[in-house]
Nanobody, 126 residues
């Protein structure tokens, strides 16, 4: 079965950097055939889309992280990454990776577009 396992979360001071990873296993097709995304959920708030990477490697970002975060993937290692720079306290949240073969580009930030989810990794910025 498909598993997405996040790692790399932690605590960092404002202005600092962190990279979270998502190891993917059990896919029926190669990783390159799936859209992947990063979502986050802060206490008391709804889960929101942060970034996505399309099957051709093209990224899209939420306005709140544009210019500070970078999504990437290594298909050979079955791993998705989110590099986070210039972190702010507002970035504090549980970060989740998600995947789908059928997510539509202009709905990339909607949870229901993804059918595979990880358990999340906590990022705290103080």
């Amino acid at each position: 079965h498909v598993q997405l396992v996040e790692s790399g979360g932690g605590s960092v001071q404002a202005g600092g950097s962190l990279r979270v990873s998502c190891l993917v296993s059990g896919l029926t097709y190669t990783m390159s055939e799936y859209r992947f995304g990063w979502f986050r959920q802060a206490p008391g708030k709804e889960r929101e889309g942060v970034a996505t990477i399309d099957t051709d490697g093209s990224p899209s970002y939420a306005d709140s992280v544009k210019g500070r975060f970078a999504i990437s993937k290594d298909n050979a290692k079955n791993t998705l990454y989110l590099q986070m720079d210039s972190l702010k306290p507002d970035d504090t949240a549980m970060y989740y990776c998600a995947g789908s073969r059928f997510a539509i580009h202009n709905r990339w930030n909607l949870e229901y577009e993804y059918n595979y989810w990880g358990q999340g990794t906590q990022v705290t910025v103080s």
